[in-house]
Nanobody
C-alpha cells in the first residue's frame, strides 16, 4: 500500500488549504485514516482520525472547529480541509492508514502505512 500526500503550501494566517492523500495498492475503505503533523523541534501529533467503514471522525483540540477530515472511498483518497489557519499550524503533515483499536488510535505506531509528508507554512 502506498500513500501520496499533496496540497501543502504557503498561506497567510486565516487562510485555507486542502490536503489530499491518494491511496494505491489497497482499499481506503479497509482502513482508519489519520492525519499527523510535526513541527520543527516538536513531537509528531495527531490531528484527525477517521475510523473505517463509516465510523466517526475525531479531532485534536488544537484543530477542532477549523479542520475537517473526509474520505472518498470511490477515489481511494482522503482529504483534510484546513480553515482559519494559524501560524501554530505550520508543520509537515502526514497521512497514515491502519487498523488501531479506539483506545490507541492517536498512537502513530499503530499505523502501517504513511505518506511522504507535505509542508504547510502559515505566515504573513
Amino acid at each position: 500500500v502506498q500513500l501520496q500526500a499533496s496540497g501543502g503550501g504557503l498561506v497567510q494566517p486565516g487562510g485555507s488549504l486542502r490536503l489530499s492523500c491518494a491511496v494505491s495498492g489497497g482499499s481506503l475503505n479497509s482502513y482508519t485514516v489519520a492525519w499527523f503533523r510535526q513541527a520543527p523541534g516538536k513531537e509528531r501529533e495527531g490531528v484527525s482520525i477517521s475510523r473505517k467503514s463509516g465510523g466517526m471522525t475525531y479531532y485534536s483540540d488544537s484543530v477542532k472547529g477549523r479542520f475537517t477530515a473526509s474520505r472518498d472511498n470511490a477515489k481511494n483518497t482522503a482529504y483534510l480541509q484546513m480553515n482559519s489557519l494559524k501560524t501554530d499550524d505550520t508543520a509537515v503533515y502526514y497521512c497514515a492508514v491502519g487498523s488501531p483499536i479506539l483506545s490507541a488510535q492517536w498512537n502513530s505506531q499503530m499505523y502501517y502505512y504513511w505518506g511522504q509528508g507535505t509542508q504547510v507554512t502559515v505566515s504573513s
